[in-house]
């Protein structure tokens, strides 16, 4: 039997654990160029909420669906001759134990030490934290590097590699608890509470020499604030603008684009695609560095196919620290 | 004999004639290490207003002085071997038929045909729009390039380049008339008027394919207004923020870094001095066009000493076009 999470209803307001039920079904049969994969491990995201609000980039999800998912996957019987049985994939696919999937869908992985890996430092999230730091803001050692949402899954990868490369990383995180684990489990030199009122000057005071790179997720009045600390010549990597996402009435920082004139900065947006080419590279680079220890890898990993929908409603509400993924099945030998 | 004009009364509030006089003074002799110059053209610029509200980055101009200015004069009489008489040199002087300078304090010129285009296409406003738009921008033939103050002495060369280069260029203006002037004068595909209810709509219709590199001599909400239009991997050059400079409560477009993020723009400032190895390039480029008649230079030269201080409270009410100077004396022959 294959166990699966269904969409039971569509959420109006709040998710909640109601809104999902664990059936067991039959297995299914592959057919022609479709393969048969396990779910290993499944990426619990904030856009997963979205597909239960209606077409996005992709369908939706509609009450009676299991539930979709980004997932690596074990194929277990293929019907195509682009698979075998023992690959690990990564494809699309549903909250359940097993699934069919075109064989065109599924990209081939290579084999690493941990899976989990592929979905943390080895995946989006250490991918966005390379390129957009050493592709987009180009740190030289000894610079200082500043990174907001520092306990996100890409900030803490940031800070950790402008670690590695010899420069002082300093992290902005909400509470004092994330800032804490900022500082003393990975590592950087110091961690800043936004929600602090003395923020301002805690954030000068933690960059004597002022900020060469700042790694912006959030946008909005700390990078308002963060402009007035960046030294000339400076960057800032747009990696996203959070703080702005959930607000009717946005506000610019008042010192753009002023600041960017003044002290000649550079500020740039990209997304991880732009940098596939060097792909190979960002791959070596991490790798190296978990082996010596400079990069500690770090994930939020949920037990447990039954406890899926309380990883993303938890997910929702903030409590994660790091890529919060679910683990169905474990690795294989 | 020597004529000056003299600062007779420091302005408390709006600069008038009354503040200058013409006033006739001994010839005055070099000594050791000096020269005497000539004064030929005079650079009439918004700062000059500045210096006399008190110490800037240069000495506060004082109630009896004459007027300071940067200008080219011509080398009369020299007791330094850096210098000849003949020698055309740059130097920090004052409003006057000639002056004693340090020699050390003078920058000799190279011999071009109209003194004039030093301080226009082959002065700061000329490398400007070059460094800026090439250095920065970055353009590629085919793509669009859109600059605000288009009828500036920077922007109208700015549209040019990128015509001479095979771009579709853009501009954006003040009122109808310097609109009409910069399509028709300087040869730019359009150019729209900020001040236009319709801005926005004539904007897009300008810009069918979108805008590839913004040239921003403005910031505020015509730059938000530009971001919607930039095309993904788009390059916003900020070169000033004229229109934030003398506001009380600076706005910051709302929509900033949203869509540095979303479109993955770089937003990049500048100023010449950081493009001072490619100064040489920029001149025999510039050359090259302006004697194939693909760059029209365009000056705003004012003829007579006496008409230094009404030039200066002409170009304090927006009146120019191009970059503003006062003959004193014409070119050697």
Known sequence: MNR????????????????????????????EGEVLVRTLL???DAANRSWMQGP?????????????????????????????????????????????????????????SSLSHLMSVYGIAGKTAFHGLIGVGQPVPGETVLVSAAAGSVGGYVGQIAKAMGCRAVGIAGGP???????????????????DPGFFKALRAACPQGVDVYFDNVGGEILEKVLFQMNERGRVVCCGAISQYDSA??????????????????????????????????????????????????????EGLENAPSALIGLLNGDNKGKRMVRVAPDPA
């Open 42 to 44: 499944m990426s619990i």
């Open 249 to 302: 009435a946005p506000t610019g920082p008042r010192n753009l684009p002023g600041m960017v004139v003044v002290k000649r900065l550079r500020m740039e947006g990209f997304i991880v695609m732009d940098f596939a080419r060097e792909d190979g590279n960002a791959l070596r680079a991490l790798q190296n560095w978990v082996a010596e220890g400079k990069i500690k890898v770090f994930e939020d990993v949920v």
């Open 177 to 195: 608890e994330k800032c804490a684990w900022v500082r003393d489990e990975l590592g950087f030199d110091d961690c800043l509470d936004y929600r």
């Open 56 to 112: 996005t980039y992709r369908e939706a999800v509609k009450a009676g669906d299991a539930m979709h998912t980004y997932a690596l996957c074990e194929v277990m019987e293929s019907r195509s001759d682009r698979l075998a049985p023992g690959d690990i994939v990564a494809t699309e696919t549903v909250w359940a134990d097993y699934a069919v999937r075109p064989a065109r869908g599924c990209e081939k992985l290579p084999s690493v």
């Open 4 to 31: 699966q999470v269904i969409v039971q209803e569509l959420p109006k307001g709040e998710l909640t654990p109601d809104h999902f039920s664990l059936q067991e079904r039959d297995m299914p049969v592959p057919g």
